[in-house]
């Protein structure tokens, strides 16, 4: 009960109290006393029962039992005769006094019952406007400081500390920098979910509360006691632990606003990023497109043998921005996790002609020899993207193998994959370096005169898992690499034989 | 039409593609009509009465493929297609709505004029009904349902030879898997385009001097096959 709701006479010291019911019947009696002979003494009798009743009303239940206890005594020591004295001379009298008192004594009792109840009725309609202004303020809260200042704001009302305690970004309950014996009682409240008491030697124990949110726990909120009496804290649990959930579910929801709010972001993101390469891929491919062919036309003119290569040259490089800028864009399509596998049943030697077919003019200083395992099953992969990584590995050993130096492909079955290999006999890269060469934008050579941007490995890597395989690079140093795609072998479509599928 | 004297209209609206297109072709003594864009190619192709249309996919204000649709309904000519979409679902849409092959970009005079080339040799070739044909060393007798290598008989199965036939019956033009696998297995298979790989693989077996660098089989990554003599 807070002191400011109380009724006026309440508020004022017992010895006080007493003092002005001594007054009110006093005065009663001298109100009486005059006319004690010419009036009804029932009427004194209301009189002092209607004193009795205000002071019920107004200051509580004692000063009542005792101002009908007086009263009783006054009326028989002035009012009834003989006079000035206990003595009574009509026995009647005595019963007036048993119903004057019991009379006093019940209205005592209804009243003061009555106000108690409306006082229970105020404090827990106090209780629930508490509990409203609270939730109203958990909801309106945009941040964790928010929500932490309305609950503090709110247990000080109720004459405690409050302190709460968040997950960690690993879903762990951050105990900050409380003792150990606290951080012991927090973790045990959020491993139990339940209430848990802390240590009662200090006074009344404080309260350790988990916040249990329909999607999971958020934390725990500790409770200290201020200035409460252990039975009114103890008489609030309740009341606590619905401030507990209420909290609980004013983070999650602060949570799941954040969520939504980082998945818009990353959606923009997402949308911008697409819009960029769709734009990129279309915009650098027209003008490389006209550069390539200009130039390749230019290169075929009956010009100076000196212009004609200069013609060629820029055919070439124009070819080579194109390349890089495709490995580019699927690259970041990888990365964004955009790329669509187009997957179906096929072989790998349709992936090994069509990548000999594009790279001819790049491979024509390598001899090739070209190994195809006799027992190559049907293998599920995207047709454009294999070519792709073949491509990637084929360039990357002409590029680093010295001219005229023979390229190996190799296609074979080894532990349940579908290999294919291609070796050169390059200088090899150190077995230190090899792992590092699949970062993006790194080549085997710190400062390097070759062209290209070390994307193709990193592009071949990404590809290949994707597929569910791997790519490995294995080299000895003098001796040549050998780049290896691994695809897994799946179990292929039934192939019917020609007599099975066309009868007759 | 032989083609010596080819007329083609190339639609594209980017004009230095167009510039390069134009010179290399008339640098063949063939003529060129342009347009830069979808309506224009359309009342272009209606007027000039073109031997072979450019169309590239990507066009301001119509899509290349219902150029194509449109083109298809009155004419035979053969269309090439110039893609700067490196989506091969692309590609096989406007081959489905009636392109014959096509380009992506970037690409280099020299496989420009091969495709142009290829496209009005077949054109020219649909004229004849002779049932003798031959490629590298292989010569096929339609009527006689008889293949020779180096004179020697090469043993086909049935299913080899009707996918033979139907490679050489639209030689020179890009076929979808769908397409080959409808004509050789029936519509009721179109799926089923591991049955073509292998046959492909071993029709490359049994004719081609090199069957992991074919010069006549040919794979369009991601979109199906082309024959070529």
């Given at each position: 009960m807070k002191p400011n709701q109380l009724p006026s006479g309440r508020r004022l010291p017992m010895g006080w109290r007493y003092g002005l019911v001594v007054i009110a019947c006093l005065l009663i009696t001298l109100l009486t006393a005059p006319f004690r002979d010419t009036l009804e003494l029932a009427n004194a009798v209301m009189l002092f029962l209607l004193v009795v009743f205000l002071v019920a009303l107004k200051l509580g239940r004692g000063p009542a039992v005792f101002a009908a206890f007086l009263g009783v005594a006054l009326f028989d020591f002035f009012l009834v005769p003989p006079h000035f004295t206990f003595a009574v001379s009509d026995g009647v009298y005595l019963i007036t006094f048993a119903v004057m008192l019991a009379v006093g004594l019940l209205t005592t009792g209804l009243t003061t019952s009555l106000q108690d109840e409306t006082e229970r009725v105020r404090q827990h309609e106090r209780e629930t406007r508490g509990h409203y202004e609270l939730a109203r303020t958990l909801t309106g809260a945009a941040t964790i400081a928010q929500v932490e200042e309305a609950v503090e704001s709110y247990a000080a009302h109720q004459q405690c500390r409050v302190r709460c305690f968040w997950l960690t970004p690993a879903r762990q309950l951050d105990t900050g920098d409380s003792e150990l014996l606290e951080s012991h009682l927090l973790q045990m409240a959020f491993n139990s979910q339940q209430p848990v008491r802390g240590d009662a030697d200090a006074g009344t124990p404080p309260l350790y509360l988990p916040l249990r949110a329909p999607m999971g726990m958020r934390g725990v909120l500790a409770i200290y006691p201020q200035a409460i009496s252990a039975q009114d804290f103890l008489?609030?649990?309740?009341?606590?632990?619905?401030?507990?959930?209420?909290?609980?579910?004013?983070?999650?929801?602060?949570?799941?606003?954040?969520?939504?709010?980082?998945?818009?972001?990353?959606?923009?993101?997402?949308?911008?990023?697409?819009?960029?390469?769709?734009?990129?891929?279309?915009?650098?491919?027209?003008?490389?497109?006209?550069?390539?062919?200009?130039?390749?036309?230019?290169?075929?003119?009956?010009?100076?043998?000196?212009?004609?290569?200069?013609?060629?040259?820029?055919?070439?490089?124009?070819?080579?921005?194109?390349?890089?800028?495709?490995?580019?864009?699927?690259?970041?399509?990888?990365?964004?996790?955009?790329?669509?596998?187009?997957?179906?049943?096929?072989?790998?030697?349709d992936v090994i002609s069509t990548s000999l077919q594009l790279l001819k003019p790049t491979l024509a200083a390598h001899p090739l020899t070209l190994e195809l395992a006799p027992d190559l099953p049907l293998l599920r992969f995207d047709a454009v993207l294999i070519e792709r990584v073949l491509c990637n590995l084929l360039e990357n050993a002409a590029k680093y193998a010295p001219a005229g130096s023979p390229i190996r492909i190799h296609a074979y079955l080894e532990d349940g994959f579908a290999c294919l290999a291609v070796s050169d006999a390059g200088p090899g890269i150190d077995p230190a370096h090899l792992e590092r060469l699949f970062a993006l934008f790194e080549r085997g050579e710190a400062e390097s005169s070759k062209p290209g941007v070390g994307l193709g490995l990193g592009i071949a890597k990404a590809i290949a898992e994707a597929h569910g395989g791997s790519l490995r690079l294995s080299a000895t140093p003098g001796a040549g690499t050998t780049a290896c795609l691994r695809l897994p072998l799946g179990t292929p479509p039934a192939l019917l034989t020609e007599d099975e599928h066309e009868p007759g | 039409m032989s083609q010596a004297e080819l007329r083609i209209l190339l639609v594209e609206d980017e004009p230095h593609i167009r510039r390069f297109v134009r010179s290399t072709l008339e640098a063949q003594q063939w003529t060129v009509y342009e347009a830069d864009c979808g309506q224009r190619g359309l009342v272009e192709a209606g007027s000039r009465q073109p031997d072979l249309l450019i169309v590239d996919l990507g066009l301001p204000d119509m899509d290349g493929v219902a150029l194509i649709r449109d083109f298809r309904h009155w004419s035979q000519a053969p269309v090439l297609v110039l893609s700067a979409r490196s989506d091969e679902g692309d590609k096989i849409e406007a081959l489905d709505a009636g392109a014959d092959d096509y380009l992506t970009k970037p690409f280099g005079v020299g496989e420009l004029l091969a495709r142009v080339r290829a496209l009005s040799r077949r054109h020219a070739r649909q004229q004849e009904t002779s049932p003798l044909l031959s490629f590298g060393d292989v010569s096929v007798d339609l009527s006689r349902r008889e293949v020779r290598r180096g004179g020697v008989e090469v043993a086909l199965t049935p299913m080899e030879y009707k996918l033979l036939c139907a490679l050489l019956r639209d030689a020179g033009k890009a076929l979808t898997h769908r397409m080959l696998m409808q004509a050789v297995w029936g519509p009721g298979h179109t799926e089923d385009s591991h049955y073509l790989r292998i046959y492909m693989s071993r029709l490359r077996q049994k004719l081609e001097q090199d069957p992991a660098q074919p010069v006549h089989f040919i794979t369009l990554s991601g979109v199906g096959y082309r024959f070529q003599f």
């Open positions: 008489a609030r649990e309740p009341l606590f632990i619905t401030l507990a959930s209420l909290l609980a579910i004013a983070v999650e929801r602060l949570h799941y606003v954040d969520v939504a709010r980082q998945t818009e972001i990353e959606i923009n993101a997402e949308k911008l990023r697409s819009s960029i390469l769709a734009a990129l891929s279309h915009d650098l491919r027209t003008p490389l497109t006209s550069l390539l062919g200009m130039a390749d036309e230019l290169a075929g003119r009956p010009l100076p043998e000196a212009e004609r290569e200069a013609a060629r040259l820029i055919r070439d490089q124009a070819g080579a921005v194109h390349r890089m800028m495709t490995n580019l864009l699927d690259m970041a399509r990888l990365q964004a996790g955009k790329m669509q596998l187009r997957l179906e049943w096929q072989l790998y030697e | -």
